[in-house]
């Protein structure tokens, strides 16, 4: 688990993580959203005890950063944004040299479970510098796990790979996610987020919100819900309106598109009302905005 | 001791890839042995070596043993010369090696997560330092070897082998040698922390190489004459040197540092 209480890291005269307080229970997986030089890799980094805070504190995993970095390290693992490899070693001597510095137990049996879980056993023995990039992310991400952490820091773990390797990733992300570990993942990909993260934070030198993917929505757009009727018009969204409940309605081509708090205690009041006046309800269904469309609202407004 | 130990022989996997670093590492000892050895090899039997003596430095000239003659003589002074000339492997080796090491890992973005292990500071550097170091005095010591082993065959006259392979040649390998190994290694540490390309970093750590040109030009144009109190004024010099060096290299090789600086 992670837990900060105004956090702040400062260099020089830029403040490049401001006031960051922040929990996130163990076994979340929890998305770190922001635009570019927004302080998330520098947020990474304070909380993998790689540079110490201005002010603030922080616990991982239990351990304080500052006085026991090194069994943060130790219970963490990290893939960098930009996770080099020794490209002379081969892909096999790269994960046994990680193993002996996270003194791992098992190392041989450790290497040997995730470059099979990976895929990349059979290519164990060819240096890490002929892999593609996925293939080398993949080595990454392996290495990150190879004295199997509590805690694991993805840092945009689907960049620049082609499609299949990225849902292979997705896939794996999912897969340690079972196995109750806590992820914090940093990306610019919000359909990833979307689909991986329990919760989401919006970061831009501080924290703009924290919320699921769903409340987020709601948060920032209303949940909305549409009505597909075989004739709609202003009068029907007039009475839908009237509902004390109801924050907005209105018709649009053969459908009433209404905004409320509460859909689902609310929807079948609005459709015994929508059935008594005579509409003939085709089906209904709830708006859903991007993730996209959220953070660039969050980001755009702060 | 096991994450020094995982560090070195990692670096010298890594490092020893390096055509470069290897032709480096190689190469340099290999010369710095064949000349004296030429030398010797050159001067065996050579007649008029007695005329020539007059052109040594008078205060070599009663330096040199007493029952030596003054062609013998001659030859302790011209490969006693590249006594000094050997210096330049534990100088430019390190450099090489420490230069390619950690500008390498910079360069190749695997710096980053090797210090999210749980390895300390102090293991990563005393790690990095002797992959630099321990090659370099290897290196120096079987090439002293070697010419040791050449001398004793070449020279028929005990007393000039010797004369010729002294304290002040045990001295400058086994003392100064390794005292000028840490200090190339620190000092590349340091130059390491400002510069982004290995070769920058290896051609301005190559500037250490530079007292021991001015020695040897120095002795050639018989300004003075490297005995056995200037060598050991040399190692106390350098021992001072290479604590404060330590001392600079360990404050700057901090990984808050490495991460947000070495750029």
């Known amino acids: 688990m992670i837990k900060t209480e105004g956090l702040t890291k400062k260099f020089g005269p830029i403040t490049a993580v401001e006031d960051l307080t922040l929990e996130i229970p163990a076994g979340e997986v929890f998305g770190f959203l922001?635009?570019?030089g927004a302080g998330k890799t520098t947020t990474v980094r304070l909380l993998t005890s790689?540079?110490?805070?201005?002010?603030?504190?922080?616990?991982v995993n239990g351990y304080a950063i500052g006085t026991d970095d090194t069994n943060i390290r130790r219970s963490v693992g990290v893939l960098t944004e930009t996770p080099g490899m020794y490209d002379n070693l081969s892909a096999e001597r790269n994960l046994q040299i990680y193993a002996s510095l996270y003194e791992v137990k098992d190392p041989q049996g450790q290497v040997e479970k995730y470059l099979r879980m990976l895929g990349l056993w059979e290519r164990r023995s060819d240096p890490a510098g002929t892999f593609s990039?996925?293939?080398?992310?993949?080595?990454?991400?392996?290495?990150?796990l190879l004295h199997e952490p509590h805690t694991v820091f993805l840092d945009e773990p689907t960049s620049a790979l082609d499609p299949e390797s990225a849902h292979l990733v997705r896939d794996f992300i999912l897969e340690i996610k079972k196995e109750g570990r806590t992820i914090f993942l940093c990306t610019h990909n919000l359909d990833e987020a979307d689909r991986l993260c329990d919760r989401i934070g919006v970061f831009k030198t501080h924290l703009l919100v924290v919320d699921t993917p769903t409340r987020l929505r709601a948060q920032v757009f209303g949940r909305k819900?549409?009505?597909?009727?075989?004739?709609?018009?202003?009068?029907l969204a007039a009475q839908v309106r009237a509902l004390k409940y109801v924050k907005e309605a209105r018709p649009i081509d053969n459908k009433i598109l209404v905004t409320l708090d509460d859909p689902e205690t609310h929807n079948p009041e609005i459709i015994r009302l929508l059935v008594g006046s005579g509409a003939g309800i085709q089906f209904v269904g709830e708006l859903r905005h991007s993730l996209e469309d959220v953070y660039l609202q969050l980001v755009k407004n702060s | 001791m096991d994450k020094i130990k995982t560090i070195i022989l990692k670096e010298w996997a890594e490092v020893f890839k390096n055509r470069f670093v290897l032709f480096t590492v190689a190469f340099l000892p290999l010369i710095m042995t064949a000349i004296p050895i030429a030398i010797l090899v050159t001067l065996r039997g050579e007649a008029g070596l007695e005329s020539v003596s007059s052109e040594m430095p008078a205060q070599f000239t009663a330096f040199c043993p007493a029952d030596l003659s003054g062609g013998e003589c001659f030859q302790v002074y011209l490969v006693s010369q590249f006594m000094i000339m050997f210096m330049i492997v534990p100088l430019a080796i390190p450099a090489t090696i420490s230069s390619y090491s950690i500008v390498g890992e910079k360069t190749t973005h695997s710096l980053e997560p090797l210090l999210a292990t749980p390895i300390t500071t102090a293991e990563l550097l005393v790690g990095k330092s002797l992959a630099a170091a321990i090659p370099a005095v290897l290196a120096t010591w079987l090439g002293f070897a070697v010419f040791a082993a050449g001398a004793w065959i070449l020279i028929p006259n005990k007393a000039l082998f010797a004369a010729i392979l002294d304290l002040r040649w045990l001295l400058a390998i086994f003392l100064v040698g390794p005292l000028m190994a840490i200090m190339a290694v620190n000092l590349s540490v340091m130059v390491s922390s400002r510069v982004n390309d290995p070769r920058v970093a290896e051609q301005i750590s190559m500037v250490v190489i530079l007292p021991v040109l001015v020695a040897f030009f120095g002795q050639l144009a018989g300004l003075f004459l490297i005995n056995?109190?200037?060598?050991l004024a040399?190692?106390?010099?350098?021992?001072?040197?290479?604590?404060?060096?330590?001392?600079?290299a360990v404050r700057l090789f901090q990984r808050e540092t490495i991460l947000t600086r070495w750029k």
């Open chain 1, 34 to 36: 922001g635009p570019n």
């Open chain 1, 50 to 59: 790689l540079i110490g805070p201005t002010s603030g504190t922080a616990r």
């Open chain 1, 133 to 144: 990039k996925g293939m080398k992310q993949k080595l990454a991400i392996a290495r990150a």
């Open chain 1, 225 to 235: 819900v549409v009505f597909h009727l075989q004739k709609a018009d202003e009068a």
């Open chain 2, 228 to 231: 056995r109190q200037l060598i």
């Open chain 2, 234 to 248: 040399t190692g106390g010099v350098l021992i001072v040197l290479d604590m404060i060096m330590v001392y600079l």
